[in-house]
């Protein structure tokens, strides 16, 4: 059984599951769908398109699957994807998709802090932390585990790898490879993020194979010398692989 708040709106044809509380002031929109055990607090709004699975927290002023920010968008049917046991912090917006990919994205186990914006057409992972202000523009990908902190600013159709750590502040216009801490102005390569990688349960040996990578890789003038020399002189583990993988995949390049 769902606890509706009756000062809430909740449309029609909303389909919600079970044991979900819907407080005061929320607006729910025809074309959602929610899971089961959602909170949404006071003053959530859950715009036409919002798929929302199990267990997420909903702080007042969130705005799931708002249309999007771009011009090219003409109310073609798209949609916004929230996984699971999220916590979405006061203030934060995700718009749905565009007919460029249909779909925004959000995984599983993420904290998105408050007044974030996540643009249309996003891709996020799981196990992501962002932090307060911080914006991404339409079409990033975010991959799983990264920490992105505060006030930081992401042009459209970046990417972000895994077990990154994004100082705050940072701007950036390029694809952030994982396992490592990206910082200072211009965004650049600041080493590995050794905190977040033995956090994570990393040995130290992969660590060190992992640090002999990047030392390979910006060793070169050219990116594409480095990953040859990766190739020639490591033994490719999964993680070696997901360096070579992100950098050769790049259509922005690289921070450096």
């Given at each position: 059984?769902n606890?509706?708040?009756?000062?809430?709106?909740?449309?029609?044809?909303?389909?919600?599951?079970?044991?979900?509380?819907?407080?005061?002031?929320?607006?729910?929109?025809k074309?959602?769908v929610?899971?089961?055990?959602?909170n949404?607090?006071?003053s959530?709004?859950?715009?036409?398109g919002?798929?929302?699975g199990?267990?997420?927290?909903?702080?007042?002023?969130?705005?799931?699957?708002?249309?999007?920010?771009?011009?090219?968008?003409?109310?073609?049917?798209?949609?916004?994807?929230?996984g699971?046991n999220?916590?979405?912090?006061?203030?934060?917006?995700?718009?749905?998709?565009?007919a460029?990919?249909?779909?925004?994205?959000?995984g599983?186990?993420?904290?998105?802090?408050?007044?974030?914006?996540?643009?249309?057409?996003?891709?996020?992972?799981?196990?992501?932390?962002?932090?307060?202000?911080t914006?991404?523009?339409?079409?990033?990908?975010?991959?799983?585990?990264?920490?992105?902190?505060?006030?930081?600013?992401?042009?459209?159709?970046?990417?972000?790898?895994?077990?990154?750590?994004?100082?705050?502040?940072?701007?950036?216009?390029?694809?952030?490879?994982?396992?490592i801490?990206?910082?200072?102005e211009?965004?650049?390569?600041?080493?590995?993020?050794?905190?977040?990688?033995?956090?994570?349960?990393?040995?130290?040996?992969?660590?060190?194979?992992?640090?002999?990578?990047?030392?390979?890789?910006?060793?070169k003038?050219?990116?594409?010398?480095?990953?040859?020399?990766?190739?020639?002189?490591?033994t490719?583990?999964?993680?070696?692989?997901?360096?070579?993988?992100?950098?050769?995949?790049?259509?922005?390049?690289?921070?450096?």
């Amino acid at each position: 059984m769902n606890n509706i708040s009756p000062l809430a709106y909740v449309h029609p044809e909303a389909v919600l599951g079970d044991n979900n509380v819907i407080g005061p002031f929320c607006y729910i929109d025809k074309d959602t769908v929610i899971g089961n055990n959602n909170n949404l607090l006071n003053s959530v709004t859950i715009h036409q398109g919002a798929r929302i699975g199990d267990g997420n927290e909903f702080f007042p002023g969130a705005s799931i699957s708002t249309k999007p920010q771009d011009l090219k968008f003409k109310g073609e049917h798209t949609t916004c994807v929230i996984g699971n046991n999220n916590s979405i912090r006061e203030n934060v917006t995700i718009s749905r998709g565009t007919a460029s990919k249909g779909c925004t994205v959000v995984g599983s186990n993420n904290l998105l802090m408050e007044s974030m914006h996540i643009g249309h057409d996003c891709v996020l992972g799981n196990g992501v932390i962002v932090g307060n202000s911080t914006k991404f523009a339409g079409e990033v990908v975010i991959d799983d585990n990264a920490i992105i902190s505060s006030t930081v600013l992401c042009h459209q159709f970046c990417r972000i790898g895994g077990y990154v750590m994004i100082q705050g502040g940072c701007r950036f216009s390029q694809d952030i490879p994982p396992y490592i801490i990206a910082g200072k102005e211009p965004t650049k390569y600041c080493g590995l993020n050794l905190v977040g990688l033995r956090r994570r349960g990393f040995s130290n040996d992969l660590i060190t194979n992992i640090h002999e990578a990047y030392r390979l890789l910006y060793s070169k003038p050219v990116l594409s010398e480095g990953i040859e020399e990766i190739k020639q002189k490591m033994t490719i583990t999964p993680e070696i692989q997901y360096i070579i993988d992100f950098v050769e995949s790049s259509k922005r390049g690289i921070i450096r």
